[in-house]
């Protein structure tokens, strides 16, 4: 009942173009609707950082992925299956997704996410959402709810009520899949 509650209540704050503060299958984030620009800058502003530092997207599944990808590399399937942690990949040509989210390059970060109370809550909000760490940009990330900057608290619209969700992970890996066949990784 508690989970079903604070999917509610997130997919009301997204709905209205707020922020949220949540757990993901990494790290805390924040998070907004990624096809809304207005929201997504929110976010910038938020952690204090450029725009042209692009952010990340979580989807529920890979149907989900394919609406707003123009095109998945066929070994991207194979590195979300065989993935052995949370993994996000650099995606060329998004589409459907608020312009300042995309980098100068058309490309757009996207993890298909893990976490039980993620893939349930974008599934019922039908929409990718941001996932960026709950920090102010060039601060460490934090590793646990407590140690969350007193700024990011204050300036979310809501924070999700699920404190023990979260497992002390670390960042997701990054790997770059452009459509000429290329594969660079940029975190592990």
């Known amino acids: 009942m508690e989970l079903i509650q604070e999917i509610n209540n997130s997919i009301a704050q997204l709905n209205e173009g707020n922020l949220i503060l949540y757990p993901t299958d990494t790290v805390w984030g924040v998070g907004c609707d990624a096809t809304?620009?207005?929201?997504v800058k929110k976010v910038y502003d938020l952690k204090n950082r450029e725009d042209s530092k692009a952010l990340i997207c979580l989807v529920a599944h890979q149907a989900m992925l394919e609406r707003y990808v123009e095109q998945v590399p066929e070994v991207a399937y194979d590195i979300m299956d065989l993935a052995?942690?949370?993994?996000?990949?650099?995606f060329d040509?998004?589409?459907?997704i608020a312009s300042n989210l995309v980098a100068a390059?058309?490309?757009l970060a996207i993890?298909?996410?893990s976490d039980e109370f993620c893939k349930k809550l974008i599934n019922k909000f039908g929409k990718p959402i941001v996932?960026?760490?709950a920090n102010i940009s060039g601060m460490p990330t934090p590793q646990?709810?407590?140690?969350?900057h007193p700024n990011i608290l204050k300036g979310v619209d809501y924070v999700v009520n699920l404190p023990l969700v979260n497992k002390d992970t670390p960042p997701s890996s990054i790997i770059k899949l452009s459509n000429d066949g290329k594969v660079k990784v940029i975190r592990e």
Not at 93 to 96: D, I, L, R
Not at 144 to 148: A, E, L, N
């Open 36 to 39: 809304n620009p207005e929201a």
């Open 84 to 90: 052995t942690k949370p993994t996000t990949i650099v």
């Open 93 to 96: 040509a998004p589409k459907g």
């Open 105 to 107: 390059d058309n490309t």
């Open 111 to 113: 993890r298909v996410a």
């Open 131 to 133: 996932s960026t760490s």
């Open 144 to 148: 646990d709810f407590k140690s969350i």
